[in-house]
């Protein structure tokens, strides 16, 4: 049994369009055999999602030193490789690397596709069970998805194989845990999902200590 992603999306009102929009305000991967490409300039990304997604800063856009720097963190701040807790990532994201992520969806276009899913089917379980009928989660032959939704409109997603039980509880554990304590009641953490993402520091290690604790991590 093996967990391979987590997405968070924040589903909010926009004033401006008079409509609600869903962006994904965090991402974390483990197990993960074809990385996601990176996000394109203007792909819609927000920022602070996660640094091994984010489009790569130009020279002239140097990314300057951040909570991504700490040795806290699971993600290399240069290279988006995951490492240990504490590692220091001192080598770049080689070129095969680089080439096996030209073969997949850029993290964009993934993450629409993803919410698009869990959109489409919460919607065809209503129709068909009716409106007190919860979607929970689903199965295909190589993934199961799990989501949990909380009253505010955040939306936790987790991806593992298909062999693994119901992990609904692990995203409440999120969300009352590291989410509550370290976004929630973070000053420094803006919670307009039409500006930026949750990412932060301890936000992340704190996820990552949770999911590597389970014992269907691997």
């Not at 990304?45 to 806290?72: K, M, Y």
């Not at 290279?79 to 997949?104: F, K």
Request: proline share 6%.
């Amino acid at each position: 049994m093996t967990i391979y992603s987590l997405y968070i999306y924040d589903r909010s009102w926009c004033p401006t369009r008079r409509a609600r929009h869903c962006a994904c305000v965090y991402y974390q991967d483990w197990h993960r055999t074809k990385q996601p490409r990176r996000a394109g300039e203007g792909g819609g990304i927000l920022n602070a999602v996660s640094q091994a997604v984010s489009p790569l800063a130009t020279d002239s856009t140097a990314p300057t030193p951040s909570a991504f720097s700490s040795p806290r963190n699971t993600l290399s701040s240069t290279s988006g490789l995951v490492v240990a807790v504490g590692e220091d990532p001192a080598t770049p994201l080689s070129h095969t690397a680089e080439h096996a992520r030209s073969n997949t969806l850029p993290f964009d276009e993934e993450a629409k596709l993803v919410y698009g899913v869990v959109l489409s089917l919460r919607n065809m379980v209503k129709k068909i069970s009716g409106r007190d009928e919860q979607f929970t989660s689903y199965r295909t032959s190589s993934y199961r998805l799990h989501l949990y939704e909380t009253v505010s409109g955040y939306k936790f997603i987790m991806l593992s194989d298909a062999t693994t039980d119901g992990l609904r509880f692990i995203l409440r554990q999120i969300y009352n845990g590291p989410f509550l304590e370290y976004v929630v009641r973070n000053p420094l953490v803006p919670m307009d999902s039409r500006s930026q993402g949750i990412d932060n520091d301890y936000f992340r290690s704190s996820i990552d200590r949770v999911v590597r604790g389970l014992s269907v991590f691997n």
